[in-house]
């Protein structure tokens, strides 16, 4: 018994030594920056000075009564939204026309993935000056007998084309994951489904869709994730403009904290992000557990 239990702890031991590096970088760089972030949007900080004035929850007050903010966290659903169904929508159809035996298989899914590799800055610049006034685009629709449009300079048309950008940048990576779960279905289902007379529309509706649920699912949150982070794709294309129509939360607290030197606002603003995604996750986590508990 004596002898079990000394080998427990040298386990134990053994264990918590090797653990022991990642648990600092993880301390580190993870842990002190949530706790530093946390009391310094309790202050109110220039970001320079050496004194950060204790001020409560002064920020998250101050936050509630901004209509900025509003705007900005409506702007981010709004996004956040058109990215998650766009990104399953698109990533699903290529992924499913690619399964297919189609010759060149392997070319078309390197140039799918080719954005998703592209500096997202390089990205953003060439749809830019496609989305221009004097643009490609708009010289394209000239060609056709259609005025030109100017996409960027209208709040809802920049956001949409912000979306299609997002969309199109990460298409590559929903195509990946999607292919991979669907090289892992099961073939017996498919055959069982061919005897009894299914039709391909049917299999997709009744078999591909719902065994595909948990990575769509997966999707779904990187989705949302990364639209609740995003900045460098907005910075670039719009600057967060037109008059704030595609200032996303992220956009929002850079503007507080690195423009106008207010970093005890601008960390409340990325912890209320940072608090918002996981309340979406883990509401979204719940629905999935519920609805394969309902499917059992």
Known sequence: MKHQNYYKREQAVTAYLVLLPALVIIGIFVI???????????????????????IGIDNY??????????????????YAFGVAVLSVFSGLLFALLLNCPIRGRSFYRTIYFLPVVTSSVAAAIVWKYLLDS?????????????????WLQNRWSALAALVF???????????????TALQALPSSVYEASLLDGASSWQQLRNITVPLLRPMTFFVVVQALINSFQAFDLVYVLTGGGPRGGTEV???????HAFRLGDFGYGTSIALVSLFLILGVTMIQWKV???GQEDAK
């Not at 004097?134 to 100017?150: P, V």
């Not at 950008?165 to 990946?176: A, D, M, Q, R, S």
């Not at 939360?249 to 503007?255: D, E, N, Q, S, T």
């Open 249 to 255: 939360l992220g956009m929002f607290m850079y503007r």
């Open 288 to 290: 999935q557990i519920e």
């Open 32 to 54: 002190y920056p949530i706790f530093s972030g946390i009391y310094t949007s309790l202050t109110s900080w220039d970001g320079f000075s050496s004194a950060k004035d204790f």
């Open 61 to 78: 007050i101050r936050l509630a009564y901004d209509s900025e903010f509003w705007n900005s966290l409506l702007v981010t659903v709004v």
């Open 165 to 179: 950008l997002t969309v199109w940048k990460n298409v590559g990576f929903n195509i990946v994951l999607y292919l």
């Open 134 to 150: 004097r643009g490609l685009i708009n010289s394209f629709l000239e060609i056709l007998g259609i005025q030109g449009y100017d």
